[in-house]
């Protein structure tokens, strides 16, 4: 099944890459497409630990935008790659990957950008932003998911189980009965088992349970793709990482950090049914944060290739394109 990209502008190729040395033995892959003269946006990726993909340059009118992609540490294209034994997840925490982003804006000697982030790419340009606001001109944010306990627990501890009860019994599988009341605890243990035996079946099962719903309707092309071994046990690893340590915030803490950020226009976009970060995060931060344009897309789901979601995200940019 091939993704329907008609809602997004035609496919160009990046007129620049490289490989930034961000410190630790890692090495950033980045990218610039579009106008090099043009309006600055990064693009945060999902996961964390998803990585980029070429369509993605394709949320932004190339004429006006200077589009900025990055594989985020241990994924994509960037190394050591999660799913080898030379991982060093102490040097993957969000704020490496704040500080990785801050550096790679220098070096392209941006002095302000877009930040356009979905899933965890929207807690993460929430973290940057807070972080470093004056480097921010516009926020873009899709599917909003902040790493509070409510949202880990409901789509990876049961709650989403109501939902999807059929594909709720392959992610426990793995699991033994007496350890399911702790389903990241438990998939932690074996993701980081060095025995290829255990982790790999693992990380299969934790990735295809995500790829399996994250769109309104099942997307066979995107559930392969997610459940190969090498990119299933980066993607899991680095999930799981990230949520045991619930991102290194204090509960609610990005939510309650839009105070400082309030003056920075922007726009969330938010799937209706959206399973994967359910709504309850966005009205949340909608709440929190009036200023911003607040988009419900009420025929989508969590996945930014669903018709909706892409014509809402090209609409944000395309009115952020004269600023």
Known sequence: MTKNLDALYPPIEPFETGELLVGDGQRMYWEVSGNPAGK???????????????WQRRFFDPAVYRIVLLDQRGCGRSTPHASTPEADFRFLTTAHLIADIELLRKNLGIAQWQVFGGSWGSALALAYAQAHPDAVSELVLRGIFTLR????????????????????????????????????????????????????????????????????????????????????????????????????????????????????????????HD?????????????????????????????????????????????????
Do not use: K
């Open 40 to 54: 600055p946006v990064v693009f945060l990726h999902g996961g964390p630990g998803s990585g980029t993909s070429p």
């Open 275 to 323: 399973v994967c970060t359910p709504m309850m995060t966005a009205w949340d931060l909608h709440t929190a944060w009036p200023e911003a344009e607040f988009v419900v897309v009420d025929d989508a789901g969590h996945s930014a290739a669903e018709p909706g979601i892409q014509r809402a995200l090209r609409d944000a940019t395309d009115g952020f394109a004269a600023r």
């Open 149 to 272: 306990r409510e949202e880990l627990e409901w789509f990876y501890e049961g709650g989403a189980a109501a939902l999807f009860p059929d594909l709720w019994e392959d992610y426990v599988a793995p699991i033994p009965v007496l350890e399911r009341s702790r389903m990241i605890e438990a998939y932690h243990r074996r993701l980081f088992d060095p025995d290829p035996a255990v982790h790999v079946p693992a990380a299969v099962a934790w990735s295809t349970w995500e790829a399996s719903t994250v769109t309104l309707r099942p997307d066979a092309a995107q559930i392969a793709a997610m459940s190969d071994a090498r990119n299933a046990t980066a993607f899991a690893r680095i999930e799981n990482h990230f949520f045991v340590n619930r991102g290194w915030w204090t509960e609610g803490q990005l939510i309650a950090g839009v105070a400082g950020i309030r003056h920075i226009p922007a726009v969330i976009v938010q799937g209706r």
